[in-house]
T-cell receptor, first 117, second 116 residues
């Protein structure tokens, strides 16, 4: 079974600064996907960024980028130029690629990020 | 394109009652998953359906059940409610992992269940 660990329950950052959220996972598999999801207060969860395990290049989406270290089983999220709208709970998630027949995401416990003005 | 729609958004039940939650996925999405979200346990996988078949089930008692209809709409049912069933129940739809799908889940706003 896979596990996902987010060791930072809460973090805060000043507007316009950079913050990094940590995530580690445990799996014996080699073909999988990793995701960061964002859940703003009282709003629905949306995808921030995804990474395919077979790709060495780190994914980026505008101000969001990841540092994917496959050997270390680490998948951190960096948010640059933090904005007030980035305040949310962030979840790291793991999806095993078993050809679509075992479609189950394993989530970490989440990191509550607060961006201060 | 309409997103994932969950109904009802809020509901209050008493112990011993049963509840049915509904989820309409994004048009064209055949995979529908359900997750339970609580402050203590976080997000826990309940089950996943694809083309009316349950492909995966999480570690929940038999009181939790679900189904998917031919139009991909899904329902989940919880019988004999307990206080610990109070949670936000999230539905998510997906194209899955394929040439068309990227593995991304699209979530609804959730149904918040309070059991008294």
């Amino acid at each position: 079974a896979q596990t996902v660990t987010q060791s930072q329950p809460e973090m805060s950052v000043q507007e316009a600064e950079t913050v990094t959220l940590s995530c580690t996972y445990d799996t014996s598999e080699s073909n999988y996907y990793l995701f960061w999801y964002k859940q703003p207060p009282s709003r629905q969860m949306i995808l921030v960024i995804r990474q395919e395990a077979y790709k060495q290049q780190n994914a980026t989406e505008n101000r969001f980028s990841v540092n994917f270290q496959k050997a270390a089983k680490s998948f951190s999220l960096k948010i640059s130029d933090s904005q007030l709208g980035d305040t949310a709970m962030y979840f790291c998630a793991f999806l095993l690629n078993s050809g679509g027949s075992n479609y189950k995401l394993t989530f970490g416990k989440g990191t509550l990020l607060t961006v201060n003005p | 394109k309409a997103g994932v729609t969950q109904t009802p958004r809020y509901l209050i039940k008493t112990r011993g009652q049963q509840v049915t939650l509904s989820c309409s996925p994004i048009s064209g999405h055949r995979s529908v998953s359900w997750y339970q979200q609580t402050p203590g346990q976080g997000l826990q996988f309940l089950f996943e359906y694809f083309s009316e078949t349950q492909r995966n089930k999480g570690n929940f008692p038999g009181r939790f059940s679900g189904r998917q209809f031919s139009n991909s709409r899904s329902e989940m049912n919880v019988s004999t409610l307990e206080l610990g069933d109070s949670a936000l129940y999230l539905c998510a739809s997906s194209l899955g992992i394929s040439r068309r799908g990227t593995g991304e889940l699209f979530f609804g706003e959730g149904s918040r269940l309070t059991v008294l």
